[in-house]
């Protein structure tokens, strides 16, 4: 480990400035090699921040906009079947918050009666409220249904998972999140 | 002969647990004292962070890349923050009858330049790098705190960059570039003066 002296002179301040700026450069330079030479698709990140834009201009709750970036994080960090499972499960959560507000807001918009009390399930009334508002069709609800329940078996009602499952679960989520925050959006 | 409790000068109060003299600990101050206590234990001389000195990883790469053979010097893959203290911390903050809140703010102001590598890492693990950058936001901290800061986030980027998302390199790039221009505008000044004189 290199020993930086704790000193109060600025040069040597800007020394350590400037090393922690090559580390930060030599991180996005291994990342954006990993993306090229594992073939990560780009177009993910880019609707991942339109998602989040989308959603910050819906007004969605801060706590979803701050789990994407948790889950990013766990992403990067995870290593074993039972983080990667983990990371499954934080993104199944993720998809019923955003399929939850999205539903919220719509009723909003279109003056209809959301449902109320102790629901028996968090993901089923709010993506069916979806369908009454007329943001999602039947076909489209039985699809986010599938995806639902895709998510829960791999990442939930198992001992672990592999990292395929996290980049699946990451990437349909992203586009399904989008479709209906866009759909939403068009409701305004 | 029964000594009776309290006297004219004294009433023992009724509080459970009195003792007279001190004033009964509130939560936060229980907090504080545990934290302080944590830290102050911590000694760069006798704890490490790692397993693995960068030294020891370094000399592990050369052993490999030059082909000398014998035992491994360090097992490459292991990132696991080791310390003491960091893990006490973490536990602290999970053991709960405080607020996320209420801890971060008492970690974040016991930070020293000699207690930093503890501050810095058990922040960052707790995902709070945010906590971290606003320390080093504050107007008043001392200028060896501020470097003791910015060498364990080095050293955090360096050894466990998983841990970073892209928009967390680019808020640390940001300050970091903000710093930087302060500093060379400093020097400058120095110069300017020195030149002047």
């Given at each position: 480990?290199?020993?930086?002296p704790?000193?109060?002179?600025?040069?040597q301040?800007?020394?350590?400035l400037?090393?922690?700026?090559?580390?930060?450069?030599?991180?996005?330079?291994?990342?954006?090699?990993?993306?090229?030479l594992q073939?990560v698709?780009?177009e993910?990140n880019?609707?991942r921040?339109?998602?989040?834009?989308?959603?910050?201009q819906?007004?969605?709750?801060g706590?979803?906009?701050?789990?994407l970036?948790?889950?990013?994080?766990k992403?990067l960090?995870?290593?074993?079947?039972?983080?990667f499972k983990?990371?499954?499960?934080?993104?199944r959560?993720?998809f019923?918050?955003?399929?939850?507000?999205?539903?919220k807001?719509?009723?909003?918009?279109?003056?209809?009666?959301?449902?109320?009390?102790?629901l028996?399930s968090?993901?089923?009334?709010?993506?069916?409220?979806?369908?009454r508002?007329?943001?999602l069709?039947?076909?489209?609800?039985?699809l986010?249904?599938?995806?639902?329940n895709y998510l829960?078996?791999?990442?939930t009602?198992?001992?672990?998972?592999g990292?395929?499952?996290?980049?699946?679960a990451?990437n349909?989520v992203?586009?399904?999140g989008?479709?209906?925050?866009?759909?939403?959006?068009?409701?305004? | 002969m029964?000594m009776p409790?309290?006297?004219d000068?004294?009433?023992?109060?009724?509080e459970?647990?009195f003792?007279?003299?001190i004033?009964?600990?509130?939560?936060?101050?229980?907090?504080?004292?545990k934290?302080?206590?944590?830290?102050g234990?911590y000694?760069?001389a006798?704890?490490?962070?790692?397993?693995?000195t960068?030294?020891?990883?370094?000399?592990e790469?050369l052993?490999?890349?030059?082909n000398?053979g014998?035992?491994?010097?360090a097992d490459?893959?292991?990132?696991a923050?080791v310390?003491?203290?960091?893990?006490?911390?973490?536990?602290?903050?999970?053991?709960?009858?405080?607020?996320?809140?209420?801890f971060i703010?008492?970690?974040?102001?016991?930070?020293?330049?000699?207690?930093?590598?503890?501050?810095?890492?058990?922040?960052?693990?707790l995902g709070?790098l945010?906590?971290?950058?606003?320390?080093?936001?504050?107007?008043?901290?001392?200028?060896?705190?501020?470097?003791?800061?910015w060498?364990?986030?080095?050293?955090?980027l360096?050894?466990?960059?998983?841990?970073?998302?892209d928009?967390?390199?680019?808020?640390?790039?940001?300050?970091r570039?903000?710093?930087?221009?302060?500093?060379?505008?400093a020097?400058?000044?120095?110069?300017d003066?020195?030149?002047?004189l």
């Amino acid at each position: 480990m290199t020993i930086i002296p704790l000193v109060d002179v600025p040069s040597q301040m800007l020394e350590l400035l400037r090393t922690v700026g090559k580390t930060i450069q030599s991180i996005r330079y291994e990342r954006l090699k990993g993306q090229l030479l594992q073939g990560v698709n780009p177009e993910i990140n880019t609707d991942r921040e339109v998602l989040i834009s989308r959603m910050h201009q819906l007004g969605f709750r801060g706590e979803i906009l701050g789990a994407l970036t948790e889950v990013d994080r766990k992403v990067l960090a995870a290593s074993t079947p039972l983080d990667f499972k983990g990371c499954v499960g934080d993104l199944r959560t993720l998809f019923e918050e955003i399929v939850e507000d999205a539903a919220k807001r719509a009723a909003k918009l279109t003056n209809t009666t959301p449902p109320s009390g102790p629901l028996k399930s968090d993901f089923k009334p709010w993506k069916d409220l979806l369908v009454r508002t007329k943001v999602l069709t039947e076909e489209e609800a039985d699809l986010f249904q599938k995806l639902y329940n895709y998510l829960s078996n791999v990442g939930t009602h198992r001992l672990g998972s592999g990292q395929e499952h996290v980049r699946i679960a990451k990437n349909t989520v992203i586009e399904f999140g989008l479709l209906l925050v866009g759909r939403v959006q068009s409701l305004v | 002969m029964v000594m009776p409790v309290g006297c004219d000068f004294y009433v023992r109060p009724k509080e459970k647990n009195f003792i007279p003299g001190i004033k009964p600990m509130t939560k936060p101050d229980d907090l504080r004292r545990k934290v302080h206590l944590i830290l102050g234990e911590y000694n760069p001389a006798l704890h490490k962070i790692y397993r693995h000195t960068e030294s020891e990883i370094l000399a592990e790469h050369l052993r490999i890349a030059k082909n000398l053979g014998g035992p491994p010097l360090a097992d490459l893959s292991d990132t696991a923050v080791v310390n003491e203290q960091v893990l006490l911390l973490k536990t602290l903050r999970g053991q709960g009858g405080h607020s996320e809140k209420d801890f971060i703010k008492v970690l974040s102001n016991a930070v020293t330049d000699h207690n930093a590598p503890v501050v810095v890492h058990a922040l960052v693990e707790l995902g709070r790098l945010d906590a971290v950058l606003a320390i080093l936001g504050r107007e008043k901290l001392g200028p060896d705190v501020a470097a003791s800061i910015w060498q364990r986030l080095g050293e955090k980027l360096r050894r466990e960059p998983h841990r970073f998302t892209d928009a967390d390199l680019e808020e640390i790039d940001k300050i970091r570039g903000m710093e930087e221009q302060l500093l060379r505008l400093a020097l400058k000044a120095r110069r300017d003066a020195a030149t002047t004189l």
